[in-house]
């Protein structure tokens, strides 16, 4: 109890002595101040970004795998990157003897001209796929029916479309079972397709008129074409390393390949890339921490600075308390607990200030902060960073203050 009095009597003198000499105290704690808005406001938008690509990728599916052909360096000049790009057996060879993945589908990409009576798309992209697709992709249809397996085996010319052509093309507002003609042939149109709600970094932003056929139709479209690439879904995100593993020993042992060989195809499995970008934020907000330490090695010493100078103004109120009776253990006390709420309030005016700078962040228009919160483990950090600041320096100016002798502190001018 009498622990605690103590305390709170040199908590209020302490406020006291900084409430008298305001300027001195503001200019002290500036370091400190500037150091942790800064790194409040740094963690806070890291934060939001953070938050954001993690949306985006979950949007956009982190169980995905990506397939192509690649043409390495030391290949080129042997053989042509037609003989490296994907073959539709491989295709098949993945989805059976890779246990982790659950769906694969390929595509086929060719251009024709989409007419749809009086008007005209030239050079529009039509994409073959397999019904597989829609589950791979997370895209169903709004109306009307999705491909099935007898479109792909009879090479239907059916296709699928989304808003977007319905708008370029004037189709009517239910547009299932209207007929387009694509590169001279008529197609029907069998269902609409949903656009997913994505950002320009996953191809999404303005959306653009899509035209879905069959894969095996899109493979008449376009004989001189290739497979350009495959997307599959693993069972689970964690299996990222199995996947990849699993893929890479199908794909060499139907291509021939020595495990020494360099690989002539790529595997991108979103979910490396969601680790890759936790680890960069993690490491952002590691570098910030370290500003803030540095910040506070700068504040502190000012602390220390102006707590020793402190000492020397008040020598002969020291004297006098001692001589009263005051023990030297409360001396030290006093002092220090100057130097801690010292910090503690610069570090309390440098987390309003990174609010403050957050609400402005929040105010950029198109700016993908609006998750951007100061977390409250960034305020526990400040505050105890500060606090450790406060005792580290001002221990030896309240050490030298304990220690002083009274008779001499007393006659100090």
Not at 308 to 331: H, M, N, Q, W
Not at 351 to 377: F, R, T, Y
């Amino acid at each position: 109890m009498i622990l605690v009095r103590l305390v709170m009597q040199t908590v209020v003198l302490a406020l006291g002595q900084i409430w008298a000499n305001k300027v001195r105290s503001l200019l002290t704690t500036l370091g400190i101040v500037i150091g942790v808005a800064a790194v409040v406001a740094t963690v806070a938008a890291i934060q939001g970004l953070r938050g954001f690509v993690l949306n985006e990728f979950e949007t956009f599916g982190t169980n995905k795998v990506f397939i192509d052909g690649s043409l390495p360096q030391s290949w080129r000049g042997r053989i042509s990157w037609r003989e490296v790009q994907l073959k539709i057996e491989e295709v098949d060879g993945i989805l059976e003897h890779a246990p982790s993945i659950t769906n694969i589908s390929p595509q086929w990409r060719a251009s024709a001209r989409v007419d749809y009576e009086n008007v005209v798309l030239d050079s529009a992209p039509i994409i073959g796929i397999r019904p597989q697709w829609h589950d791979v992709e997370n895209r169903q249809v709004t109306m009307g029916r999705p491909f099935n397996r007898v479109d792909e085996e009879q090479r239907r010319y059916v296709i699928l479309v989304n808003e977007q052509a319905i708008e370029e093309l004037n189709l009517p507002k239910t547009p299932v079972g209207s007929f387009l003609l694509v590169g001279g042939r008529r197609f029907l149109i069998v269902g609409v397709v949903e656009t997913l709600d994505l950002s320009g970094m996953f191809g999404g932003g303005d959306s653009r008129a899509e035209f879905l056929v069959p894969f095996s139709t899109a493979v008449i479209l376009n004989p001189s074409g290739w497979l350009n690439y495959a997307t599959a879904t693993m069972e689970s995100p964690e299996l990222a390393d199995e996947t990849r593993a699993e893929i890479d020993f199908v794909l060499r042992t139907m291509r021939g390949l020595e495990p020494d060989d360099e690989a002539t195809f790529d595997i991108e499995i979103a979910q490396e890339y969601v680790e890759q970008f936790k680890s960069l934020s993690a490491g952002l907000i590691a570098g910030a921490t370290g500003i803030v330490g540095i910040s506070l090695l700068v504040g502190g010493i000012g602390i220390m600075n102006i707590m020793l100078v402190s000492v020397s103004e008040r020598t002969r109120e020291i004297g006098l308390r001692k001589a009263v009776g005051a023990r030297p253990l409360v001396v030290l006390i006093q002092f220090l607990t100057e130097a801690v709420v010292l910090c503690l309030m610069g570090g309390a005016v440098g987390i309003v200030i990174g609010q403050g700078i957050i609400l402005l962040l929040k105010q950029i228009p198109d700016a993908p902060l609006e998750h951007a919160n100061m977390p409250v483990w960034a305020i526990v950090l400040a505050v105890g960073f500060c606090a450790i600041t406060g005792v580290v320096f001002g221990v030896f100016p309240a050490i030298k203050a304990a220690r002083l002798d009274p008779i001499v502190a007393l006659r100090h001018d």
